[in-house]
């Protein structure tokens, strides 16, 4: 069975800061694995898709990597700005579901 | 783009009745639905994907005559939580894949703004 692990679980930085967010996964045998960004109260916004075969998507400020051997995939958020607060949520994607990790909740103070 | 919507977006109820949670796919068709429940700092968990014109295939540990799934059409699936109780209380999300998407695992998926319930 699928674990997705988030670390950190909490992360407060203070505004313009680079941040890394983390996650493992068990099972390597993926389809794709997502990023997405959960507001207070709210469904989830995706940030990032990764396919199985690529390395690495880019969105503006958002760059996330997947390693799938390594079973990791890190995203990356450049100039971080107070609206990046929210969780952030790492779902790996299988033939016909998607595991969730418990999300990273970031604080960007101005 | 694509939108999901869940309505209503919050429901309080009082213990031993029933609710239902509504998911439309607005602008596309979905043959797949998926219902997630996260509780307070926890992950998403799937509960039960649905199906339109079939029956949903629930997860391990999910009672299916507790929480009924109906998708009618291919726009609109329900989620009927049946004799709720307080336990039940969580939020609950569900997304839709596109008829037309990707085959090879959830390459679209699009999220509705999720289900508030709480059960006195």
């Known amino acids: 069975k699928q674990e997705v692990t988030q670390i950190p679980a909490a992360l407060s930085v203070p505004e313009g800061e680079n941040l890394v967010l983390n996650c493992s996964f068990t099972d390597s045998a993926i389809y794709n694995l997502q990023w997405f960004r959960q507001d207070p109260g709210k469904g989830l916004t995706s940030l990032l898709l990764?396919?199985?075969?690529?390395r690495e998507q880019t969105s503006g400020r958002l760059n996330a990597s997947l390693d799938k051997s390594s079973g990791r995939s890190t995203l990356y958020i450049a100039a971080s700005q107070p609206g990046d607060s929210a969780t952030y949520l790492c779902?790996?994607?299988?033939?016909?579901?998607?595991?969730f990790g418990k999300g990273t909740m970031l604080l960007v103070s101005p | 783009g694509a939108v999901v919507s869940q309505h209503p977006s919050w429901v309080i109820c009082k213990s031993g009745t029933s609710v239902k949670i509504e998911c439309r796919s607005l602008?596309?068709?979905?043959?797949?639905m998926f219902w997630y429940r996260q509780f307070p700092k926890q992950s998403l968990m799937l509960m039960a994907t649905?199906?339109?014109?079939?029956?949903?295939?629930?997860e391990q540990g999910v009672e299916k005559d507790k929480f009924l799934i109906n998708h009618a059409s291919l726009t609109l699936s329900t989620l009927t939580v049946t004799s709720a109780h307080p336990e039940d209380s969580s939020f609950y999300i569900c997304s839709a894949r596109p008829t037309s998407g990707g085959v090879r695992g959830l390459e679209t998926q699009y999220f509705g703004p999720g289900t508030r319930l709480l059960v006195l």
């Open positions: 602008d596309f068709q979905a043959t797949t």
């Open positions: 779902a790996v994607g299988g033939y016909s579901t998607l595991t």
């Open positions: 990764i396919q199985s075969s690529q």
């Open positions: 649905s199906n339109e014109g079939s029956k949903a295939t629930y």
